[in-house]
């Protein structure tokens, strides 16, 4: 087993939960936010959906130019926010599945105006900023949607909307 192997499971269990969590965003709430300094409930959704990709992207360089790029165009509705959300899932595991070990224990380094402001071995990449990043994100949006009165689906477990025991 290669060690992309775990993560890739791993990142296509948590795709799936992700995903249930974006398909329950209301259209209608796309310029929502909770806060004067938090993004809107459509610019965090873009984010999520918009990061499945670029890390996996990235990461296929020793260097990356961390100024390129950023989230793709807001989409318009829920529908889109999820369509945009599968194709970088399905390029995420493109682009991953075929990393060696020895590919994945290089170093990478994130740069702004060629100076390295973060450097890490590739397969720290994948586990901080795609996997964690995306679920420390996942957390935000569910608080978002649970302020919005949106019936959240299960994450790691029944939720107070789905639960049969409660």
């Given amino acids: 087993m290669k060690a992309i192997d775990p993560m890739l499971m791993e990142f296509e269990q948590e ?10 965003i209301p259209a209608d709430k796309l310029s929502w936010k909770p806060h004067a300094k938090a993004r809107t409930l ?6 999520i959906a918009s990061v499945q990709v670029r890390i996996p992207a990235a990461i296929q360089t020793s260097t990356f130019d961390l100024a390129k790029g950023g989230d793709s165009k807001m989409p318009e509705t829920t529908a889109d926010i999820v369509a945009a959300f599968d194709a970088n899932v399905a390029e995420a595991k493109r682009l991953l599945a ?6 994945l224990l290089s ?9 390295t402001v973060f450097a890490a071995p590739k397969m720290a990449v994948v586990r901080a900023i795609l ?6 994100h996942r957390g935000q949006l569910s608080t978002y949607l649970r302020s919005l ?12 909307d789905e639960n049969p025991f409660m």
């Fill in 15 to 24: 795709s799936a939960t992700t995903r249930r969590l974006l398909e329950r």
């Fill in 42 to 47: 459509g610019e965090l959704a873009n984010h």
């Fill in 107 to 115: 170093n990478w380094e994130g740069q702004v105006a060629g100076h």
């Fill in 149 to 160: 009165d949106v019936a959240l689906p299960s994450i790691y477990g029944p939720t107070a």
């Fill in 98 to 103: 075929p990393m060696s070990d020895e590919d």
């Fill in 131 to 136: 996997l964690n990043h995306t679920y420390h």
